[in-house]
């Protein structure tokens, strides 16, 4: 599993935070993404000592990183689009 946690960091949606929920047009994707932010904007299930996520081979489709999910989620058809759009999610 990798250890980096840079996109757990979801934003508190009281504070207007990262708005992926807005982006997902499945309701069990919303209802599951709002369930995993935190009071304080983190994701619950990251191990905030390790850095690693406690369910990683079991994550959301909206969790994993890759041009396809990105394509289905988001409308990205390009490899550059999906590059640029995970670089942007980060910032």
């Not at 905030?48 to 990105?70: E, L, M, N």
């Amino acid at each position: 599993m990798p250890a980096c946690g840079a996109c757990c960091y979801l934003g508190a949606p009281s504070a207007g935070g990262r708005d992926v929920a807005a982006l997902l047009t499945a309701p069990a994707d919303v209802a599951a993404y709002l369930a995993m932010v935190a009071p304080d904007g983190w994701c619950v299930h990251l191990d905030r000592a390790s850095r690693g996520c406690t369910v990683y081979d079991a994550r959301p489709r909206f969790c994993r990183a890759t041009p396809a999910v990105f394509a289905n989620l988001y409308g990205l058809e390009e490899e550059a689009d999906f590059d640029a759009a995970a670089i942007a999610a980060l910032s």
